[in-house]
């Protein structure tokens, strides 16, 4: 049977359509419009690889990470700030942020910590809310939506997360964490 031209070029355009699939969901999203507010990744850089971080400096890691899309990689600098049992210090930084919220209520650092530190002190309702205005503030940045939909499911609002998680999917189709995440509260329905 003689070579077809249209036939080859078929295979050839699944083969390099199946390999980009696989590379997109291994390569670390990237956030395009919801940078613009706080430089995530420059934060990142600054605190990777630094010894003896401060308590305040790995919960701004922690949060870079969760705001470019490291899901994981924020839950490793969490465990390593409850590790230190930093329950008091996270109380206190809520606080700060808190007040800092009345003069500057779209303060997107401040809207984290309360948002993070809340859900670590299992304040869900305090978290939900701040999670949601974060996604307001900054709606050009979909992966606050994964805390939120997490903190959903932490009230038992199991819809309305996974609501959040196929927005980010949409964002996201190959991306393997917002797909697990995905099926996992599924399951929980």
């Known amino acids: 049977m003689p070579f077809d031209l249209n036939r080859g070029r078929v295979r050839v355009g699944i083969?390099?359509?199946l390999v980009l699939v696989v590379i997109a969901s291994l390569v670390?999203?990237?956030?395009q419009a919801g940078e613009a507010a706080i430089?995530?990744?420059a934060i990142i850089d600054q605190y990777s690889g630094k010894k003896?971080?401060?308590t305040r400096e790995r919960l701004e890691l922690a949060i870079a990470r969760g705001n470019v899309g490291d899901f994981f990689g924020s839950?490793?600098?969490f465990e390593v700030l409850e590790r230190a049992g930093w329950t008091k210090e996270a109380q206190a930084m809520r606080s700060e942020s808190e007040a800092r919220l009345v003069e500057d209520p779209d303060s997107l650092m401040d809207l984290?910590?309360?948002a993070f530190t809340s859900f670590v002190l299992q304040d869900?309702?305090?978290?939900c809310t701040t999670f949601q205005r974060i996604v307001e503030v900054d709606e050009g940045n979909e992966w606050p939506r994964l805390f939120l939909a997490w903190t959903y499911g932490q009230l038992g609002m199991i819809d309305e997360?996974?609501?959040e998680l196929e927005y980010v999917r949409r964002k996201h189709p190959f991306n393997i964490i917002v797909n697990a995440l995905l099926l996992m509260a599924k399951a929980k329905r």
């Open 15 to 17: 083969i390099v359509w």
């Open 28 to 31: 670390p999203a990237q956030v």
């Open 39 to 41: 430089n995530w990744r």
């Open 52 to 54: 003896d971080l401060s």
């Open 75 to 77: 839950q490793r600098e």
């Open 112 to 114: 984290n910590v309360v």
């Open 124 to 127: 869900y309702e305090l978290s």
């Open 161 to 163: 997360g996974i609501a």
